[in-house]
């Protein structure tokens, strides 16, 4: 094509522009304008149509084509092909793909089969303390810490053995009053009343109850008796063996009854917490075997059993906590050590689909069926909880079915991008596609661009480009470049 309009360049002076060349352009621009809006329009109609059916849900079409506009779609460019007709029951998102352009973009498939498999759980979990095994200490009465024996965290400590002595006047105040019931008790021993001796041995073992209330040992009230005078200081004692947790005591200090002076705790026997993800949480039970490995060797594989499974799910992690019990009489075991906690399950005969088969768009999910002749089709399916590599096939898809595990997101494209034009080629005026040739011209094609509206072809100038404003160039310009390509 010959460009018969030029302009010049050059920054030297302007040639001359002669009226009726200026005349010319302001006559042939408005007859341009209309037919480039139009075009315009038609390409965002386009696009939108497009995107909508983009946006679809694969399993379904916006409009079932009729057997012409499918026909049409071979005469459209870059949308035909040379394969066989599509097999029967394929559906209308159904694209073929030649066998070089599978090779090519790496198209690849599986069967869909029976297989057992083994509901497997693997996860990592925390050895922690048993909380059923701690303590915390608080004096009864009020005092001050007059000495202090476990003075370090982490200390281990005997049933019986003494944490630190407190004065509190309460507690002197209260050994007198025992061993004035005592004397009591003991002048009047012989005395024929009975009332008497009744009232004796009441006093005495109120003042015994009180300072029990006051957690002062029997063995310590029977050193009283024997010293026969109040002791300054009482001893807290450990309820039972184990390690200082935490230590709020210190010497000298003030402490009263809601202060907690220690924290023990008793490592004869340690839990192991594991965290499973939601949707493997309905496949465990109380009573359910785990095996217990320990990754630093600080002991062989044991087993053990749930013994308890969390109500709650954590926030953080959005996972379902569980715990087993350990027996740590050797202390071996650490707490907060990382540990692998493996929960074996049934094997079972399951009809299953590979996970990479599976497209997730969140509201549902399916798999492109890899069909007879080259063809593809998007298929939905239901699936149940992930079991390793597979996941457990509901509904959509049947033993013998073949399904795209790879290269899937490339044929679904081709696959909305097939239902798109068809839709397209429907529902706009003037684009029926059926069995036409897009070759023909405008005045030979039914439906052709000439239907449709800013697109008439038939009025003068409407998009004529043999308008010949002038027979040779303009001052200062190249001139006609007839022999550059392309122009």
Known sequence: MTNEISTSTSPTTPSAMPPEFGAAILQHQPS????????????????VLAGMQLRGSPGSSTASPSAGSAAGMAGMPGMSHDGPPAPPGAGSQAV?????????????????????????????????????????????????????????????????????????????TAQADYLVALHARQKI?????????????????????RMRRWNVSDAQIDELEKAGSPTRTVAITSPFDGVVLEKDAFAGQYVTPEMTSFKLADLSAVWAVGQVFEYEAARLHVGDKVEVEFPYGQAARREAKIEFIYPDVDPATRRLRFRV???????????????????????????????????????????????????????????????????PIISGVAEGDRVV?????????????????????????????????????????????????????SKPGSMDHTHQLHTGPAAGSAGPMPNMPGM
């Not at 341009?32 to 696009?47: E, S, T």
């Not at 090779?103 to 996860?123: D, H, M, N, P």
């Not at 350990?326 to 202390?331: G, H, I, K, P, V």
């Not at 529902?427 to 405008?442: E, T, Y």
């Open 32 to 47: 341009r304008r209309a037919p480039i809006i139009a075009v315009a329009l038609v390409a965002g109609g386009v696009g």
């Open 96 to 172: 073929y793909i030649s066998p070089a352009r599978q090779q090519l973009v790496g198209v690849r498939s599986a069967l869909i089969a029976r297989q057992k498999v083994e509901g497997t759980v693997r996860t990592v979990g925390m050895l922690a303390y048993d909380e059923t095994r701690t303590a915390q200490i608080h004096t009864r009465v009020s005092g001050w810490v007059e000495q202090l024996y476990v003075d370090y965290v982490g200390k281990p400590v005997r049933q019986g053995q003494a944490l630190f002595a407190v004065y509190s006047p309460d507690l002197a």
């Open 189 to 209: 021993a012989d005395n024929a009343n009975a009332d008497l001796r009744a009232g004796a041995d009441a006093l005495l073992q109120a003042s015994r109850d």
């Open 405 to 457: 595990t790879s290269a899937q997101f490339l044929v679904d494209s081709e696959t909305n991008l097939m239902a798109a034009m068809q839709a397209m080629s429907m529902s706009m005026p003037g684009m029926d596609m059926g069995g036409k040739d897009m070759g023909k011209p405008a005045s030979q094609a039914s439906g052709s661009a000439a239907a449709m509206p800013g697109m008439d072809m």
């Open 325 to 391: 019990s350990l027996d740590n009489r050797d202390r071996k075991l650490k707490p907060d050590t990382y540990v692998n906690l493996i929960w074996h399950g049934e094997s079972t005969d399951r009809l299953v689909i590979p996970k990479e088969a599976v497209i997730d768009t969140g509201p549902r999910k399916y798999t492109l069926l890899a069909l007879a002749d080259g063809y593809f089709a998007p298929r939905d399916v239901q699936v149940g909880p992930a079991v390793g590599e597979f996941y």
